[in-house]
């Protein structure tokens, strides 16, 4: 049974600084990996895919890895802002239409 | 705005109540779902509908009731739930893929129902 751990589970840091959010998961047959952002009060909103066959992906200030055959994936959030403050959430997929998501990463970026 | 909307986005109700959620989409999705989300768990996907038919049911308890009249509209029909039942109720749309079956690949989720069950 797939299980998607994320650390920490939560982060405060100062605005400016560049993190880094972990995702593991134990079965490596996964179709994809989406990193999604919840804020309070609102839905998910998908920030990026990764297919199986790639090994990361970029969106302005955001960069995702993804290293199959270790079940692991980074989120990497440059030069964050309080705007950046959300829960941001790791989901991984196989053979079917189903996400796996794991607990989440409570951020918060102070001024 | 995700295209994908919920009624209520607040609801309390007692253990005899019975209550329905609601979901819209308005992206022509013909793959439509439920998830909860409780405190400090991760979301679980409850039902999967495609086209209208359910293709997945995840072991949810039967005071839980869908039903899909179309491929835009999703409801999830409340009775007799228990205090544990309390979370946030989320739905989500996706087109189809290639083989025709729902796909993970773009969903979008509406802002979900916080729900209290006293």
């Known amino acids: 049974k797939q299980e998607v751990t994320q650390i920490p589970a939560a982060l405060s840091v100062p605005e400016g600084e560049n993190l880094v959010l972990n995702c593991s998961f134990t079965?490596?047959?996964?179709?994809?990996l989406q990193w999604f952002r919840q804020d309070p009060g609102k839905g998910l909103t998908s920030l990026l895919l990764?297919?199986?066959?790639?090994r990361e992906q970029t969106s302005g200030r955001l960069n995702a890895s993804l290293d199959k055959s270790s079940g692991r994936s980074t989120l990497y959030i440059a030069a964050s802002q309080p705007g950046d403050s959300a829960t941001y959430l790791c989901?991984?997929?196989?053979?079917?239409?189903?996400?796996?998501f794991g607990t989440g990463t409570r951020l918060q970026v102070f001024p | 705005e995700t295209g994908v909307t919920q009624t209520p986005r607040h609801l309390v109700m007692g253990m005899t109540n019975k209550k329905s959620l609601k979901c819209e989409q308005h992206?022509?999705?013909?793959?439509m779902y439920w998830y909860k989300q409780s405190a400090k768990k991760p979301l679980e996907l409850m039902f999967v509908?495609?086209?209208?038919?359910?293709?997945e049911n995840n072991s949810v308890p039967s005071r839980f009731s869908p039903e899909c009249p179309n491929s835009s509209h999703l409801f999830l029909h409340l009775h007799t739930l228990q205090p544990e039942d309390s979370a946030l109720y989320l739905c989500?749309?996706?087109?189809?893929?290639?083989?025709?079956?729902?796909?993970?690949?773009?969903?979008?989720f509406g802002p979900g129902t916080r729900l209290t069950v006293l």
């Open positions: 989500a749309s996706s087109p189809t893929g290639l083989a025709g079956g729902p796909t993970t690949d773009t969903q979008y």
């Open positions: 989901a991984v997929s196989g053979n079917t239409d189903k996400l796996i």
């Open positions: 992206l022509g999705h013909n793959a």
């Open positions: 079965d490596s047959a996964i179709y994809n």
């Open positions: 509908y495609n086209f209208k038919e359910q293709t």
């Open positions: 990764i297919q199986s066959s790639q």
